[in-house]
T-cell receptor
Framework: TQLLEQSPQFLSIQEGENLTVYCNSS?????LQWYRQEPGEGPVLLVT?????EVKKLKRLTFQFGDARKDSSLHITAAQPGDTGLYLC???????????FGAGTTVTVRA | SAVISQKPSRDICQRGTSLTIQCQVD?????MFWYRQQPGQSLTLIAT?????????ESGFVIDKFPISRPNLTFSTLTVSNMSPEDSSIYLC???????????FGQGTRLTVV
C-alpha cells in the first residue's frame, strides 16, 4: 500500500485542454514535491510546497498543498504536447529522511 | 543543485550474470539512494547508501542480490547479481541536499535481462 495515492493513473487530452492530477494521503507531510519524468531521463523537480494551503504557479502549472498538508494537486492550463510525461508526487515527513512517491500519472497531450 | 552521472545508460544482460551500475555526483553528499522503476510507473526504493557504513535496504531487497558500495561522498555503485528476467527494470540513483529537500536523479540505467 502506497503512502501517497495519486490519480488518475493515465490522462490523455487534446492540446489546449486543462488537466488536474491529485495526490492524497492520510499522513501529514512536512513538504510535498512534484516531479516530471520524460522517457530515458530521471525525474526532475517541478515544485516543492511546504505550507498548508499554499498555492504555487509555474507558468501554466498550478500546485496546491492542502490545508492539512495531507494532499496536493497539480493543474495544467491549456496543455501543450511538451507537457507530456510521467508526473510524480513525493512527500517528505518530518520523522523520515526518505521520500514517499505516488504511483505516478502518465500524461499524454495530443497535438 | 547536484549533477549526477549514471552509467551505463542501458544494457542487455544474460540471466545468471551480474551488472554493476555506477553513480557519480559532482558534489559531496551524505546519502545516496538507489531506486527501481518499471517504465511508466513509480519509484521503489531499494536501499540508502551512506559513506562509511553498510547500506540500509528496504523490505524485499537484500544485500546478496543488490550489493552496494559507497567508497566516498561522491560515488556509489549498485550491483544486480545473478540476474533473472524479473530484474529487467530501470535503476536510478538519487541524492538530496539534506533532510526532506529536493531530490536529484541520474538519467537511469535501463536493464534488460534475457
Amino acid at each position: 500500500t502506497q503512502l501517497l495515492e495519486q490519480s488518475p493513473q493515465f490522462l490523455s487530452i487534446q492540446e489546449g485542454e486543462n488537466l488536474t492530477v491529485y495526490c492524497n494521503s492520510s499522513s501529514v507531510f512536512s513538504s510535498l514535491q512534484w516531479y516530471r519524468q520524460e522517457p530515458g531521463e530521471g525525474p526532475v523537480l517541478l515544485v516543492t510546497v511546504v505550507t498548508g494551503g499554499e498555492v504555487k504557479k509555474l507558468k501554466r502549472l498550478t500546485f496546491q498543498f492542502g490545508d492539512a498538508r495531507k494532499d496536493s494537486s497539480l493543474h495544467i492550463t491549456a496543455a501543450q504536447p511538451g507537457d507530456t510525461g510521467l508526473y510524480l508526487c513525493a512527500g517528505a515527513r518530518s520523522n523520515d529522511y526518505k521520500l514517499s512517491f505516488g504511483a505516478g500519472t502518465t500524461v499524454t497531450v495530443r497535438a | 543543485s547536484a549533477v549526477i552521472s549514471q552509467k551505463p545508460s542501458r544494457d542487455i544482460c544474460q540471466r545468471g550474470t551480474s551488472l554493476t551500475i555506477q553513480c557519480q555526483v559532482d558534489s559531496q553528499v551524505t546519502m545516496m539512494f538507489w531506486y527501481r522503476q518499471q517504465p511508466g510507473q513509480s519509484l521503489t526504493l531499494i536501499a540508502t547508501a551512506n559513506q562509511g557504513s553498510e547500506a540500509t535496504y528496504e523490505s524485499g531487497f537484500v544485500i546478496d542480490k543488490f550489493p552496494i558500495s559507497r567508497p566516498n561522498l561522491t560515488f556509489s555503485t549498485l550491483t544486480v547479481s545473478n540476474m533473472s528476467p524479473e530484474d529487467s527494470s530501470i535503476y536510478l540513483c538519487s541524492v538530496d541536499e539534506g533532510w526532506n529537500t529536493e531530490a536529484f536523479f541520474g538519467q537511469g540505467t535501463r536493464l534488460t535481462v534475457v
